[in-house]
């Protein structure tokens, strides 16, 4: 069941159980509701203001970072977010940030709501530019003197971003 079928079988579920009096779940004011709508897409609108320098994220990653993945982003013991570039089609892929990942903004999108690890969503939004920028450019996506921003990271193009095949069903 796809994402957003089973969050529409839950509202309906949650609806259905408010109206038969069982008293689950309550309305949501629209504040609230753009409040947790934080998902930025592979266009990059969403992208909130800030900036982050490719110095600036080498520093984070040492403190943040490197204990998972690596000193280099190679190491682990977590998924690897470096290299790989050239190994998809071999018998040994390997899926890292710069050779498997389509759209930069989507990186954005997972540091800033999912790392680090230990405190998810804790990161700032200058924070997450510059570890984005720190591990574009250890993938040579950016030059090394890289500042991103908004504007900056929207038009970047990844070096997988036609491995993907589009889906062509329509969306409902």
Not at 95 to 104: C, E, L
Request: glycine share 12%.
């Amino acid at each position: 069941m796809s994402r957003h079928a089973w969050l529409l079988a839950m509202l309906l579920v949650a609806c259905a159980a408010r109206a038969e009096g069982y008293g689950l779940g309550h309305a949501v004011d629209a504040a609230r509701l753009r409040a947790a709508d934080t998902a930025i897409g592979p266009r990059g609108v969403e992208l909130p203001p800030g900036s982050g320098s490719v110095a600036a994220g080498a520093e984070l990653y040492g403190r943040q970072c490197a204990a998972c993945h690596g000193a280099h982003g190679t190491e682990g013991p977590d998924p690897v977010l470096v290299g790989g570039q050239g190994t998809l089609a071999s018998a040994h892929p390997v899926q890292t940030i710069g050779s498997y990942w389509p759209y930069a903004t989507t990186l954005f999108d997972y540091i800033r709501r999912a790392m680090p690890f230990t405190a998810p969503g804790s990161l700032n939004d200058d924070e997450v530019y510059a570890l984005t920028a720190f591990l574009l450019a250890a993938n040579g996506v950016v030059p090394q003197d890289t500042v991103l921003d908004a504007a900056r990271l929207a038009t970047l193009r990844m070096p997988n971003r036609d491995g993907f095949i589009p889906d062509s069903r329509p969306r409902h």
